[in-house]
């Protein structure tokens, strides 16, 4: 198959997803987009890029069809096996203004702590000033790759900033909620990488497009296109202010240009490196791969002996040096390139399960829909379906959330409340 021919049919899954279920936010909908748009960038070869051999564009085309199949099968399971919702403790027994004000200011406070401790990083790097954030960037990727303790904390203040406004708007709490996606989007920029401002972006359009009922492409793109302007002069802003760019040999415009072509086809020219030659690439593993978020918590558990991988792949040079290789390099190492494939349809049926309980009303459900947006549109770059850990992370923080919610955190004001009104019905009296 060639690439002009894998273009045409990811254009005809796109239309036929789409005229499916009339959404922008459906599964199997955005993940062929994801994958025509990376194809096409591929065909206009904007930069100098190994080319794509039949093996690789088979496996994006096919797995793109079995993600539609799945997607298409997850309609013919009653809708009343999963409609039921679970109540936490009862339902909300006050507004809880008092429970969401405090968490803003536990994250305002975290935040502030975040900034120094990137100002620490920096320093460390001798990187302060106009080059704190690339200095702070340089010293996260060594203590990521050496599982500091420190970094984990680090991290966890940026995902729950952004849990905490996903939450947030679910409730309507406008106030609150504006503090907490400023808090959001400032710990994101301090992480230094893009994606958790992704995550950000992404989450918050997934629930007011279905919430406000505008998945339909036209609204929708009326409603996204700000976010989307924003996410990429962020993207280009980003470009520059996290990596050192004072010796560069091109023009500026020329680097961005080369940088959005690398990030959006270098993946896909690294997994067909490791289709074509894979007894160089692929180490047999005892353990699957893509369990590896489950096998790390039950060594910590001490359940049995395990060792996390390295937190990043090894280069590859297509020419450039790349170390993501899209979805599927994992699933191909796990179970070979048909297990590959079929696991395709797994994930497009369990996910678009998802997107119809997110439809449902369901708080719960909207919410980790949200989130997996992440995963969804990262496809082209990244594994990150098989990140356990953020799912896990996800349901407990908003469980939690919920639970403390439905708790009277007004309880003196309407104490006094009562009182009052009780000494009024004895003046009547």
Same mark, same amino acid.
Request: with cysteine.
């Given at each position: 198959?060639?690439?002009?021919?894998?273009?045409?049919?990811?254009?005809?899954?796109?239309?036929?997803?789409?005229?499916?279920?009339?959404?922008?936010?459906?599964?199997?909908?955005?993940?062929? #987009?994801?994958?025509?748009?990376?194809?096409?960038?591929?065909?206009?070869?904007?930069?100098?890029?190994?080319?794509?051999?039949?093996?690789?564009?088979?496996?994006?085309?096919?797995?793109?069809?079995?993600?539609?199949?799945?997607?298409?099968?997850?309609?013919?399971?009653?809708?009343s096996?999963?409609?039921?919702?679970? /109540?936490?403790?009862?339902?909300?027994?006050?507004?809880?203004?008092?429970?969401?004000?405090?968490?803003?200011?536990?994250l305002?406070i975290?935040?502030?702590?975040?900034?120094?401790?990137?100002?620490?990083?920096?320093?460390?790097?001798?990187?302060?000033?106009p080059?704190?954030?690339?200095?702070?960037?340089?010293s996260?990727?060594?203590?990521?790759?050496?599982?500091?303790?420190?970094?984990?904390?680090?991290?966890?203040? /940026?995902?729950?900033?952004?849990?905490?406004?996903?939450?947030?708007?679910?409730?309507?709490?406008?106030?609150?909620?504006?503090?907490?996606?400023?808090?959001?989007?400032?710990?994101?920029?301090?992480?230094?990488?893009?994606?958790?401002?992704?995550?950000?972006?992404?989450?918050?359009?997934?629930?007011?497009?279905?919430?406000?009922?505008?998945?339909?492409?036209?609204?929708?793109?009326?409603?996204?296109?700000?976010?989307?302007?924003?996410?990429?002069?962020?993207?280009?802003?980003?470009?520059?202010?996290n990596?050192?760019?004072?010796?560069l040999?091109?023009s500026?415009?020329?680097?961005?240009?080369?940088?959005v072509?690398?990030?959006?086809?270098?993946?896909?020219?690294?997994?067909?490196?490791?289709?074509?030659?894979?007894?160089?690439?692929?180490?047999?593993?005892?353990?699957?791969?893509?369990?590896?978020?489950?096998?790390?918590?039950?060594?910590?558990?001490?359940?049995?002996?395990? /060792?996390?991988?390295?937190?990043?792949?090894?280069?590859?040079? #297509?020419?450039?040096?790349?170390? /993501?290789?899209?979805?599927?390099?994992?699933?191909?190492?796990?179970?070979?390139?048909?297990?590959?494939?079929?696991?395709?349809?797994?994930?497009?049926?369990?996910?678009s399960?998802?997107?119809?309980?997110?439809?449902?009303?369901?708080?719960?459900?909207?919410?980790?829909?949200a #989130?997996s947006?992440?995963?969804?549109?990262?496809?082209?770059?990244?594994?990150?379906y098989?990140?356990?850990?953020?799912? &896990?992370?996800?349901?407990?923080?908003?469980t939690?959330?919920?639970?403390?919610?439905?708790?009277?955190?007004? &309880?003196?004001?309407?104490?006094?409340?009562?009182?009052?009104?009780?000494?009024?019905?004895?003046?009547?009296?």
């Open positions: 198959m060639s690439v002009v021919g894998a273009i045409l049919v990811m254009a005809c899954l796109t239309i036929l997803n789409y005229r499916f279920r009339r959404s922008v936010v459906y599964p199997p909908f955005v993940f062929c #987009v994801v994958w025509l748009l990376d194809l096409f960038v591929f065909w206009l070869q904007p930069i100098p890029i190994d080319q794509l051999h039949s093996v690789t564009l088979n496996l994006v085309v096919f797995g793109a069809v079995l993600f539609t199949l799945g997607g298409w099968a997850s309609f013919l399971v009653p809708a096996l999963f409609r039921r919702r679970f /109540t936490i403790i009862g339902f909300p027994k006050g507004r809880g203004r008092i429970l969401s004000w405090a968490i803003v200011a536990v305002a975290a935040l502030c702590l975040q900034f120094r401790y990137v100002v620490s990083l920096a320093g460390g790097a001798a990187g302060l000033g080059g704190l954030l690339a200095a702070a960037r340089n996260i990727i060594e203590n990521l790759s050496e599982n500091s303790e420190s970094m984990r904390l680090f991290t966890y203040v /940026t995902t729950w900033s952004i849990f905490v406004a996903l939450l947030f708007r679910l409730e309507k709490r406008r106030g609150a909620f504006r503090v907490a996606v400023a808090i959001a989007f400032v710990s994101a920029v301090l992480s230094t990488g893009r994606g958790q401002i992704l995550l950000l972006f992404a989450a918050l359009s997934a629930i007011h497009l279905i919430r406000s009922h505008r998945e339909g492409l036209g609204p929708a793109l009326r409603v996204v296109r700000w976010p989307l302007i924003g996410f990429a002069v962020l993207f280009v802003v980003l470009m520059f202010s990596k050192q760019t004072d010796n040999q091109v500026a415009a020329a680097y961005i240009a080369q940088s072509a690398g990030y959006l086809c270098g993946s896909v020219a690294a997994l067909d490196l490791v289709l074509r030659h894979p007894w160089v690439y692929v180490q047999g593993a005892a353990l699957p791969s893509t369990l590896r978020t489950l096998f790390t918590i039950a060594g910590a558990m001490r359940l049995m002996p395990y /060792t996390a991988p390295p937190a990043f792949e090894a280069y590859v040079s #297509v020419p450039f040096p790349i170390n /993501t290789f899209t979805l599927y390099k994992s699933f191909y190492m796990d179970y070979g390139l048909y297990g590959a494939v079929l696991m395709m349809s797994v994930i497009g049926f369990f996910h399960l998802l997107y119809r309980k997110a439809r449902m009303d369901s708080e719960l459900g909207l919410f980790m829909f #989130v947006m992440y995963p969804l549109i990262m496809v082209f770059f990244v594994d990150a098989t990140s356990f850990a953020l799912y &896990i992370h996800a349901f407990i923080f908003a939690a959330y919920m639970t403390l919610r439905s708790f009277r955190w007004g &309880i003196f004001r309407e104490a006094a409340d009562d009182a009052v009104q009780r000494s009024q019905i004895g003046r009547v009296q």
